[in-house]
């Protein structure tokens, strides 16, 4: 029988895309951008508390609406400020449109907690003031999250409906 050549190597041999310039490129750029992507995923993930909570600790907030009943945006009354300042010790204080509060705040990530409010006793003249400042009571120790963006404060409840927008002053 003749001697027929023996296939080479090379003519058996599979190639992948990828042993190619350019498909290792493209498996390059494949690789980084998943990298990418991680470390975006990761850094809003574990950024958003710091973000958060030293957020709304940077500035004093002034009330701009709050939902009326059914969930209606409603501004502030023309003539009175709502205002909020957070410490870093877990502590809120600010003006209700006529009195003045103070009340705990817990955050984690973007859930919020607030409690124990107390406030002075005037008894404001100013038509609807009283009723307005009673509903940002109410409203207040009803938070469930936060989120702070453009520097605006919004305080959601547990069904993630918007309750407070502040601005911040």
């Known amino acids: ?8 190597d090379d003519s058996t041999e599979k190639t992948s895309p990828a042993d190619t310039p350019k498909g290792y490129m493209i498996s390059l750029a494949v690789v980084l951008m ?32 709050y939902a009326g009943p059914g969930g209606a945006t409603v501004p502030v009354q023309d003539g009175t400020t709502v205002t909020a300042l957070f410490s870093t010790d877990g502590k809120v204080t600010g003006s209700g449109g006529c009195n ?3 009340a705990r705040y817990l ?3 973007t859930l919020m907690i607030v409690s124990e409010i107390t406030t002075t006793k005037m008894n404001c ?8 400042e009673s509903r940002y009571y109410s ?9 702070v963006r453009d520097r605006v404060l919004t305080l959601y409840d547990t069904a993630g409906e918007p309750l407070l927008v502040f601005a911040a002053a």
């Open 139 to 147: 409203l207040l120790e009803n938070t469930a999250a936060l989120r």
């Open 100 to 102: 003045q509060y103070s």
């Open 125 to 132: 003249p100013e038509n609807g003031v009283m009723i307005q």
């Open 1 to 8: 029988m003749p001697d027929s050549p023996e296939p080479s």
């Open 107 to 109: 955050v984690r990530d």
């Open 34 to 65: 998943g990298i990418l992507i991680v470390m975006v995923f990761f850094m809003n993930l574990f950024g958003q508390e710091a973000t958060a909570s030293t957020a709304i600790t940077q500035h004093r907030w002034s009330l701009e609406s």
